[in-house]
């Protein structure tokens, strides 16, 4: 299993009139955390459609246990639990700056081929790439 930890600071942008970090925002938060753990992987998400593959989102589960607010210092952690076939799997929790879990979900995305438009299996040079980290 690869895993994975960035921070990210919440902007106030991003805080609904409660205060707290509008729900919409965490697939964003997922989206930060998965990017820049391809990258701790070797790997980008432009790299990848240079290759000619692409990975929309298949799945997304979210669950909300605390709420963050304006300036907190979240701690996001991405783990991949598995080598992926034609899906790869992400999994995401979210810690305040007091390392209280606050969200947790998971993402699956789906390889396809950008010409056709048609699902395909990892590349080859992905999951070496994935293997080494």
């Known amino acids: ?3 994975f930890e960035t921070t ?3 902007r106030y ?3 609904d009139q409660m205060g ?3 729900y919409g925002n965490y697939p ?3 989206e930060v955390a998965r990017a820049e753990a391809m990258r701790k992987m070797g790997m980008s998400y432009r790299e990848m459609e240079e290759q000619g593959v692409v990975m929309p989102i298949a799945d997304m589960h979210i669950k909300y246990i605390r709420p963050a607010h304006y300036d907190d210092l979240l701690t996001i952690k991405t783990y991949v639990p598995e080598i992926p076939g034609s899906r790869m799997h992400f999994d995401y929790e979210i ?3 007091g390392g209280k879990l606050i969200n947790k979900g998971y993402t699956v995305l789906a390889f396809i081929k950008k010409e056709t438009g048609r699902p395909c299996v990892a590349p080859d040079w992905f999951l070496n790439k994935l293997k080494e980290a």
């Open 1 to 3: 299993m690869f895993s």
């Open 8 to 10: 990210l600071r919440v």
């Open 13 to 15: 942008a991003e805080t």
């Open 20 to 22: 707290f970090v509008y």
């Open 28 to 30: 964003q938060y997922y």
């Open 95 to 97: 810690f305040n700056e």
